[in-house]
């Protein structure tokens, strides 16, 4: 039909250099290539199943996305003894920009242990699948018809319905903690800002029964009484008087007006002093 089908990667021969691998398969060796060989296939036992197939796809998986096999040597003995012994190194560890699933897929793939690996080729296949729809999902510039030739239009289509309900999920998920984060926010801000607006209003009270204070009509009473704290052994001058009421009301008696006040003053303070005696 003019259309390649790779049977078997185990007994395939790449052509130039592109793996760096010379002849994959020779007479008198055991068959396969040792680079894509799985542990158990490499230990020549008997019992082999899917599972080693499992292996030898993700060597290819790892090869295809960091641009080489999981293990290499110039010998295939070292190779095989790699595959037995030796734990992979992550693909994110060789190459940025791989997706952590797909990571996590290429290493559950090379597990040693057969029964350590995915159950079969299926469970991978729609490993892989949800992360390429996730993958068409998340980039930029992406069209969801490059899903079109993974397989059934239902199970693509399932598969990003999925994919599209979770992102969609988790973005409201992240709005949801993005609206109480900004809810708990404005509730501490308007708490702040009352008790701020409290303080400023009992201060503006202050102030303001401090100007009242401070511009009341000062009465005759308020003279005498600075009078009387002015007396000290003897009743204060005209002028002593004048300088304690301007200290006390910063305001300025005439002096006539306080030669007056003094004689008011000093009668009145004189006669009190009579009754307190008599008294």
Not at 63 to 77: E, I, K, L, Q
Not at 161 to 187: D, G, N, P
Not at 211 to 222: H, K, Q
Not at 237 to 262: F, H, K, N, W
Request: proline residues 5%; negative net charge; aromatic residues 6%.
């Amino acid at each position: 039909e003019g259309t390649v089908k790779v049977l078997d990667f185990g007994v395939a021969k790449f052509m130039g250099e592109t793996l760096g691998a010379r002849d994959l398969t020779v007479t008198g060796t055991p068959l396969g290539s040792p680079m894509y060989m799985s542990p158990e296939q490499a230990q020549g036992a008997r019992e082999i199943d899917h599972r080693s197939d499992l292996y030898s796809l993700g060597c290819l998986l790892h090869h295809a996305v960091t641009g080489r096999p999981p293990f290499t040597s110039s010998t295939p003995w070292a190779v095989l003894r790699m595959q037995i012994e030796d734990t992979p190194i992550a693909p994110v560890e060789l190459r940025g920009g791989i997706p952590t699933a797909l990571n996590d897929v290429i290493l559950h793939l090379l597990a040693k242990r057969p029964e350590d690996r995915p159950d079969d080729a299926a469970a991978v296949r729609d490993r892989l699948l949800t992360i390429l729809v996730e993958d068409v999902l998340m980039t930029p510039g992406r069209d969801v018809l490059d899903l079109a030739d993974l397989g059934s239009t239902f199970d693509v289509a399932g598969r990003f319905l999925a994919a599209a309900r979770a992102e969609a999920a988790r973005i409201v998920e992240e709005a949801e903690e993005c609206k109480a984060v900004a809810t708990r926010r404005a509730k501490l801000m308007v708490e702040t800002a009352r008790r701020e607006l409290k303080a400023l209003v009992r201060r503006t009270e202050d102030i303001d029964a401090e100007i009242d204070r401070i511009t009341a009509p000062m009465s005759e009473e308020d003279f005498y009484q600075v009078f009387k704290k002015s007396i000290d052994g003897s009743y204060p001058s005209a002028d002593q008087l004048r300088r304690d009421v301007e200290a006390t009301y910063g305001v300025t008696l005439p002096q006539r007006e306080t030669e007056r006040m003094i004689n008011r003053f000093t009668n009145r303070h004189t006669a009190e002093l009579q009754e307190d005696h008599i008294a």
